[in-house]
């Protein structure tokens, strides 16, 4: 099994920044594509960035170049940079990992973006 432990959610003013980061531990022979997902209420969750194993990188559309994703394949340890953050960027965000062969996600951090 391969836990996931999301941290660095929290409030903050429009236009600020916030670090999210989700360690995966457990037994992990390998993790391919590890990415951030989020979920807003009322909303389909809905993919933010991926990056995989080499380092490709992929966002949604609506990142326009404000987050960063990145890992630390020692730490096993992804992390998304979110800066100019908006009001409609509040919601859960969820990490996912490729462990194994298999997907898991983590129980989700809060961002809360005031205006």
């Known amino acids: 099994q391969v836990q996931l432990v999301e941290s660095g959610g929290g409030l903050v003013q429009a236009g600020g920044s916030l670090r999210l980061s989700c360690a995966a531990s457990?037994?992990?022979?390998?993790?391919?594509?590890m990415a951030w997902y989020r979920q807003a209420p009322g909303k389909q969750r809905e993919l933010v960035a991926a990056?995989?194993?080499?380092?490709?990188?992929n966002y949604g559309d609506f990142v326009k170049g404000r987050f960063t994703i990145s890992r630390d394949n020692a730490k096993n340890t992804v992390y998304l940079q979110m800066n100019s953050l908006k009001p409609e960027d509040a919601a859960v965000y969820y990490c996912?990992?490729?462990?194994?062969?298999?997907?898991?996600w983590g129980k989700g951090t809060l961002v809360t973006v005031s205006s």
């Open positions: 996912k990992v490729v462990a194994n062969g298999m997907y898991y």
């Open positions: 457990g037994s992990i022979l390998s993790i391919n594509t």
């Open positions: 990056i995989t194993s080499g380092g490709s990188t």
